[in-house]
């Protein structure tokens, strides 16, 4: 019966750390830009590099 005590409370404070992590995230605005990483991957602006060495 006591290790259900301790999974109950070990659970408790990993569901709080995410909880934490979570508002954490979201007051520092990391979803703040949903759709410019979706769109950036879409644009390729580099050019491709060449070989030119000789063997």
């Not at 109950?8 to 979570?22: P, Q, T």
């Not at 949903?34 to 063997?55: C, I, V």
């Amino acid at each position: 019966m006591s290790a259900l005590y301790l999974l109950v409370l070990a659970s408790i404070a990993v569901a709080a750390f995410f909880l934490f992590a979570f508002i954490w995230s979201v007051r520092s605005n990391q979803f703040e830009d949903q759709q410019g990483s979706a769109m950036r991957m879409l644009h390729d602006n580099e050019t491709p590099q060449t070989d030119n060495r000789k063997f």
